[in-house]
């Protein structure tokens, strides 16, 4: 079976651009996370989706973040405008689970972001 | 607020011997401990999780100790490999899962 996929795998870009990343969680996966590693603060969850509603967003850091999730398959986060502080490794992860649980999150290879 | 703390950014030891890694969370209304590694370039993988009603679950060479009392966790390898080289996340599950900073664990041959 295939995994979580992420695209792209990495992306530069200038500081004030649009940046979109995308996932596409396992088939028959339920829940999707997304989130963003930094050295400082390690993995933190920016939001999470069960059956394509948004349940807790508290961990988007500001209005230049947003996520969608159209469907069961597909979803996005987008960064606009984006600013050097965004730089960081951003990772989707799905579950079978419909709350935080045991239930392992399988996550994606991520998108390694640079803004310049 | 970081809820879950790995102190230890950096772990090294010798392959066959035991690591020990340790996390500390101060958010008593988790339910589950879960423990991720990650590899260069790959997302994190889950290893092993604990209930927070037990005090320790075993799965092969690894095992996580819960101390609820001092709000602790520590992940034992026994006995570590190479292969092991990684980033350890140790993460607390309740109303949301929060995880740690990590810790780079090298195991040397």
């Known amino acids: 079976d295939a995994g979580v996929i992420q695209s792209p795998r990495h992306e530069v870009t200038e500081m004030g651009q649009e940046v979109t990343l995308r996932c596409k969680p396992i088939s028959g996966h339920n829940s999707l996370f997304w989130y963003r590693q930094t050295m400082m603060r390690g993995l933190e969850l920016l939001i999470y989706?069960?059956?394509?509603?948004?349940?807790?967003d508290s961990g988007m850091p500001e209005d230049r973040f947003s996520a969608k999730m159209p469907n069961a398959s597909f979803s996005t986060l987008k960064i606009q405008p984006s600013e050097p502080r965004d730089s960081a490794v951003y990772f989707c992860?799905?579950?079978?689970?419909?709350?935080?649980?045991?239930?392992?999150?399988?996550f994606g290879d991520g998108t390694r972001l640079s803004i310049l | 607020d970081q809820q879950v703390k790995q102190n230890s950014p950096s772990l090294s030891v010798q392959e066959g011997r035991i690591s020990i890694l340790n996390c500390d969370y101060t958010n008593s209304m988790f339910d589950y401990f879960l423990w991720y590694k990650k590899y260069p370039a790959e997302g994190p993988t889950f290893l092993i999780s604990?209930?927070?009603?037990?005090d320790k679950n075993e799965d092969g060479r690894f095992t996580v100790f819960l101390n609820k009392s001092a709000k602790h966790l520590s992940l034992h390898i026994v006995p570590s490999q190479p292969g092991d080289s990684a980033v350890y996340f140790c993460g607390g599950s309740g109303s949301r899962l929060t995880f740690g900073e990590g810790t780079q664990l090298t195991v040397n041959p």
């Open positions: 604990i209930s927070s009603i037990k």
């Open positions: 992860a799905s579950s079978k689970s419909d709350r935080y649980s045991n239930q392992p999150q399988h």
């Open positions: 989706f069960n059956n394509n509603v948004p349940i807790d």
